[in-house]
């Protein structure tokens, strides 16, 4: 069954960090692309960051250059986004997504909330 559990998220005042987790099971995570979303309120989903299999890693968002990292730890099955300076603008439920590279299948997470707020 595959399965991926993001976690990592909570309240944090503005100027904080937060790492946020996803574990992936059931799959061959390390032949999969990876990504992290973020649905503000009222808003569409939208896409933050991408790390291929090999550790290529792309931030989508200009707000959000030089304060977020992704990673990957493909032994641990698990994908990291590093968020420092946090802004309320930040505030949203983030999703991590997996990829088949060059193939059709792609995997949800439930979410994980975060709140920036004084």
């Known amino acids: 069954q595959v399965q991926l559990v993001e976690s990592g998220g909570g309240l944090v005042q503005p100027g904080g960090s937060l790492r946020l987790s996803c574990v992936g099971s059931?799959?061959?995570?390390?032949?999969?692309?990876m990504r992290w979303y973020r649905q503000a309120p009222g808003k569409e989903r939208e896409l933050v960051a991408r790390i291929t299999s090999a550790g290529g890693t792309t931030i989508y968002l200009d707000s959000m250059k030089g304060r977020f990292t992704i990673s990957r730890d493909n032994a641990k099955n698990t994908m990291y986004l590093q968020m420092n300076s946090l802004k309320p603008e930040d505030t949203g439920v983030y999703y991590c997504?997996?990829?088949?590279?060059?193939?059709?299948?792609?995997?949800w997470g439930q979410g994980t909330q975060v709140t920036v707020s004084s």
């Open positions: 059931g799959f061959i995570f390390s032949s999969y692309i």
């Open positions: 997504n997996a990829a088949q590279t060059g193939g059709s299948r792609s995997y």
